[in-house]
């Protein structure tokens, strides 16, 4: 079936007034990215991106974007924004300009490039507000395509919140009113040759859920044209096999002109309408786009558009365009919408203006401080190395912060070695600047309120004098049961999670008692997977999103990466995401499910807090942790523990695990060995056999590597040992080499060694299949115990003789 044509116009009930006012917003836009672009050609900026040429067809969006709706969207979409009254022109330049004061710039403070929207979703103290009396945009990410997962999560809230009644309750109505929210999608037209893009719609077409995705269509993707990157050069006549029938479910695909007004309005009125009432994703291709000052301040689009390409974009430009239609329909006079652009530019201007006052004020008050300081520093001590240093940074013509700090650092420098009241006044003020800096530019990496997940209050697990013993996937079994239960938000999903729930039974029988809405199954999909826990968690659900291997992250780690882990950050603590991910490893076989890619994991997803436990009844601990905080973890469960034996807990749906906090499990005198999850079992063996040999081991297990070791328990063990082994599964410098810098750099724990420190890890390569293979491939007992017996025998050679 061929896609739905807007061509069909219906009398639209706008007024005169309205449309006029769209000119003016329009006009605004436009003279904003104008301007915007001149900014960073002076210097007064580091880069820009605009959404010029884009301006008509988010006006007409804009008209079906209700209160309660998301926007995932797409860098140039600043119209839009204006739009809704979600950006004023001043806070656009604000982002521009890169001002650190959330109030300034509310969706990043000055975190992000400018074009990177968001809505402060939470108050002060980090609940979330009543979304549903709001126009909502989740914050923007840059890499091409990234938006698409959450956009799928945040649309697949609605269809939670309509179908599963007991989220109609009042106590639900700040976050949804019966589904009734659209999530809107923005995404270019080169951008969706991107797998995020061609997944997130397989996966909504399936899900049937209420997303509306624009793609704004310029021909180019910088300076390659459209049929480099889709196939028929049309990505909507690409996907129209996915449009819906009669008898079978799909999209409502529809394309429009950018330069068409009335079409435009009249195609999103129809595709917003199908969304929210039918709950069926639609798709709004809108053609002949154009970008009058190309891709952005890198470069010019004339080097790679022909001259005929150039004409039709001046002619068939969308404001022009509106223009024309505005005098074709006798709505106003040419001398009238010279006026308004005049105006337009005018507004455009003086927002302009007073954004970089804002922000330059700031920083110059600080180089007063700076310079008075300085002046001070060189009366006291006479150098006029001092006072020139003071005449150059009076002089900058433009200064930015980390000019006043190294004018004031080549100061101290200079004067090392002299002692004096102004010299004080000076290192006082660096290190008040320096406690400055890092709220501005280094905080909210995870929770900073009162939900914040190393403030949930510790609850031991409770025993009966004779528990009962069950398998390690009974134990969760119980902790999701009693989290289900408990709070209507938690639902579950990855794949065969819901009918089977899960290879490993944790979920098992679940599905049936709570239904397919709360414990379901998903494709073979992982980015989406975290996409749906994304978007839900950022509509204050409580989504567990099962990724089945600890090695499949890897089709996922980039929106852990760049969306989910800077959330918190990027916003300044203006949204939140409480996802949980679920995943298995440790100890698996086989160059594809060799498990353990710590290193890869640690280094890209900060801002998500990683947790490793040894058992089940660790793990269990965990999420009950995790599901009272606002924060996001990455639970990684011990896949070879599933069917040992534990003792179940009597308040196992209650009791939890603090975080960054290490266990001993094993006192010693000798050597301290710092591990997690499946090598715990490995290294405990070890240390027992060490201890026929006279070797006592002291066995800490880290339990959480991110947070690590808060308290800094571990240096204490090795204080009374003197020596230490990092022991994991990982490549060599991977996870080890994070606990070894941990323990011996920020720990200070290298003050107390008598002997080299060392590190047990996997081989280079990925594991070998077969269990000969994971011998030879992955530590042993018999290498934790060569290794450490090694250490003692380089002590005491009399004592502990070679062994081989």
């Known amino acids: 079936m061929t896609t739905t044509k807007s061509n069909k116009k219906n009398k639209l009930s706008i007024s005169k007034k309205e449309v006029l006012n769209d000119f003016r917003l329009g006009w605004e836009s436009r003279h904003a990215s104008l301007m915007g672009r001149k900014e960073v050609f002076m210097g007064k900026a580091k880069f820009g991106i605009f959404g010029d040429g884009k301006e008509l067809a988010q006006l007409a969006m804009a008209k079906s974007f209700q209160n309660g709706d998301f926007r995932s969207g797409y860098y140039r979409d600043q119209t839009f924004m204006f739009a809704i009254g979600e950006l004023s022109i001043q806070e656009y330049f604000a982002q521009l300009y890169a001002h650190t004061d959330v109030n300034a710039d509310p969706a990043s403070a000055g975190r992000l490039m400018n074009g990177h929207f968001a809505t402060r979703m ?39 919140f309509r179908e599963n009644k007991e989220l109609n309750k009042k106590e639900f109505e700040q976050y949804s009113i019966n589904g009734n929210e659209v999530a809107f999608g923005t995404i270019g037209n080169a951008s969706t040759s991107e797998g995020m893009f061609y997944e997130s719609i397989n996966a909504a077409g399936v899900l049937q859920i209420p997303m509306l995705i624009s793609i704004w269509d310029d021909h180019y993707g910088i300076s390659v044209p459209q049929e480099f990157h889709t196939t028929k050069g049309s990505i909507s006549e690409a996907l129209a096999g996915f449009q819906r029938s009669k008898d079978k479910n799909g999209y409502e695909i529809l394309t429009v002109r950018g330069w068409d007004y009335e079409a435009l309005i009249d195609t999103y009125q129809k595709a917003a309408k199908i969304s929210r009432e039918e709950h069926v994703p639609s798709m709004v291709h809108v053609l002949e786009m154009t970008q009058p000052q190309g891709h952005s301040t890198s470069g010019s689009h004339e080097r790679y558009k022909s001259k005929e390409r150039l004409e039709w974009e001046a002619e068939y430009d969308c404001l022009n365009q509106f223009r024309k239609y505005i005098l074709d329909n006798k709505l106003a006079s040419a001398d009238e919408l010279d006026k308004i652009e005049e105006e337009a530019k005018k507004t455009a201007k003086e927002a302009k203006d007073a954004a970089w006052k804002a922000f330059i004020g700031e920083i110059k008050d600080q180089q007063k401080e700076a310079l008075g300081l300085l002046n001070n520093l060189a009366e006291e001590t006479g150098q006029n190395e001092i006072s020139e240093l003071a005449s150059e940074l009076k002089a900058a013509m433009n200064p930015l912060r980390l000019d006043n700090i190294k004018a004031v650092k080549k100061a101290l420098r200079l004067v090392i070695k002299h002692e004096g009241e102004a010299k004080q006044k000076l290192i006082n003020w660096l290190k008040a600047v320096n406690e400055e800096g890092h709220d501005r530019y280094s905080s909210h990496l995870y929770s900073e309120s009162d939900e914040s997940a190393l403030k949930v209050e510790v609850v031991n697990a409770e025993y009966s004098n004779d528990p009962k013993k069950v398998d390690g996937r009974e134990v969760l079994q119980a902790c999701f049961d009693a989290a289900l239960a408990r709070d209507q938000r938690v639902f579950a999903f990855g794949e065969d999670v819901g009918k089977i729930g899960d290879v490993n039974q944790a979920f098992a029988g679940l599905q049936e008692k709570y239904g397919d809405l709360r414990v379901m199954d998903t494709g073979i999909r992982e980015c989406t997977i975290l996409g749906q826990g994304i978007g839900t968690a950022l509509r204050g ?103 040992l034996k534990e003792s179940l807990p009597e308040n196992v749906g209650e009791f939890t695990v603090p975080l960054g906090q290490p266990e001993v499990i094993r006192e010693g005198s000798d050597v301290t060995i710092v591990t997690y999850g499946s090598m715990c079992r490995v290294v405990m063996d070890a240390a027992n056999q060490l201890a026929d040999q006279g070797i006592s081991c002291e066995v800490i297990d880290v339990q959480t590597l991110l947070p690590f070791d808060i308290n800094h328990s571990i240096v204490e ?55 000969d293979g994971d011998y030879f491939s992955k530590p042993q007992i018999e290498d934790v115990f060569e290794r450490v017996y090694a250490m003692m025998h380089e002590f005491d050679p009399e004592q502990f003789p070679a062994l081989y």
């Not at 090695?551 to 800077?566: K, R, T």
């Not at 009374?720 to 080890?736: H, Q």
């Open 541 to 643: 659900l409580r989504p567990i999103a099962e990724i089945q291997y600890l090695d499949y992250l890897l089709y996922a780690i980039q929106i852990m990466s760049d969306d989910l882990a800077s959330l918190q950050y990027r916003t300044k603590g203006g949204q939140k995401a409480p996802l949980i991910i679920r995943t298995r490893g440790h100890r698996l076989e086989g160059v594809w499910h060799s498990g353990s890619p710590m290193g890869m994991i640690l280094n890209a997803i900060r801002g998500i807090y990683v947790l490793v436990p040894r058992n089940m009844t660790q793990a269990a601990g965990f999420y009950n942790t995790m599901l009272q905080s606002d924060d996001t973890a990455l639970i990684i469960e011990c896949l070879n523990g599933y069917r």
């Open 122 to 160: 939470l108050d002060e103290a980090g609940k979330y507000t009543k979304l549903t009396e709001s126009k909502n945009s989740s914050s923007d990410v840059s890499p091409t395509a990234a938006q698409m997962p959450r956009l799928v999560g945040l649309a697949f809230a609605s269809k939670l």
């Open 717 to 771: 063990s090795v204080k009374k040992t003197n020596r230490v082994v990092f022991a994991d599964e990982d490549v060599p410098g991977g996870a080890t080499g994070f606990m070894m810098q941990k323990v011996l750099e920020e720990q200070k724990a290298y003050k107390y060694l008598d002997a080299q420190p060392i590190t047990i890890s996997s081989n280079e390569h990925r594991p070998a299949y077969a269990s």
